[in-house]
Nanobody, 116 residues
Framework: QVQLVESGGGLVQPGGSLRLSCAVS????????MGWYRQAPGKQRELVAR???????DYTYFVQGRFTISRDNAKNTVSLQMNDLKPEDTAVYYC??????????WGQGTQVTVSS
């Protein structure tokens, strides 16, 4: 059973930065893509950023230019560098690994709160 464990969340002031990490048990290359999603209170879970196994990245419009997804296949980790954070970025952030015809495996989530 694959496990994804997020870390790095916390409280940050508007304009600040955080770096989220996701540790994947086993070989990260088994996943066709790795992604970060978020869910704010009362809202649906939404895609933030994803990276394919070939390195192609995809960002949702509200984080473009501020967030950067990266992966380290040697360490079986995927990270999300978040800069210029805004209060509307407050949410639980989830790491997901996608396998074609199977779907996503999810981490437990990490809370990010942007507030002064």
């Amino acid at each position: 059973q694959v496990q994804l464990v997020e870390s790095g969340g916390g409280l940050v002031q508007p304009g600040g930065s955080l770096r989220l990490s996701c540790a994947v048990s086993g070989d990260i290359s088994r996943f066709n893509s790795m992604g970060w999603y978020r869910q704010a209170p009362g809202k649906q879970r939404e895609l933030v950023a994803r990276m394919s196994s070939s390195g192609t990245t995809d960002y949702t419009y509200f984080v473009q230019g501020r967030f950067t997804i990266s992966r380290d296949n040697a360490k079986n980790t995927v990270s999300l560098q978040m800069n210029d954070l805004k209060p509307e970025d407050t949410a639980v952030y989830y790491c997901a690994g996608y396998v074609a015809f199977i779907g996503n495996s999810w981490g437990q989530g990490t809370q990010v709160t942007v507030s002064s």
